[in-house]
Nanobody, 115 residues
Framework: QVQFVESGGGLVQAGGSLRLSCEASGSTFSVNTIGWYRQAPGKQREFVASITSNSWTNTADSVKGRFTISRDNAKNMAYLQMNSLNPEDTAVYYC?????????WGQGTQVTVSS
């Protein structure tokens, strides 16, 4: 089973950029579809983007054109490049397989966008 550790979050001003990293353990990372998800205060966790084993991507409409998901199977890593951030992007960001495995949730990484 793949486990995940997220990093790269922080405080950024509106219009800024961040790059999140997701380090995965487990030998099956390369064959899994990997997803990024986020949970804002008082809201349910929501899908952000996913990438298949051969790098086909899917992105939520709310972040399309601003966020880009990528992966490096040799390093067991996935990334989320976030540009043109706005305060509505403030949330804890998680990675997991897609669809998500309940036992795969890590601690997440906090992203805070100030106006």
């Amino acid at each position: 089973q793949v486990q995940f550790v997220e990093s790269g979050g922080g405080l950024v001003q509106a219009g800024g950029s961040l790059r999140l990293s997701c380090e995965a353990s487990g030998s099956t990372f390369s064959v899994n579809t990997i997803g990024w998800y986020r949970q804002a205060p008082g809201k349910q966790r929501e899908f952000v983007a996913s990438i298949t084993s051969n790098s086909w991507t899917n992105t939520a409409d709310s972040v399309k054109g601003r966020f880009t998901i990528s992966r490096d199977n040799a390093k067991n890593m996935a990334y989320l490049q976030m540009n043109s951030l706005n305060p509505e992007d403030t949330a804890v960001y998680y990675c997991n397989v897609s669809p998500p495995n309940q036992r795969g949730w890590g601690q997440g990484t906090q992203v805070t966008v100030s106006s």
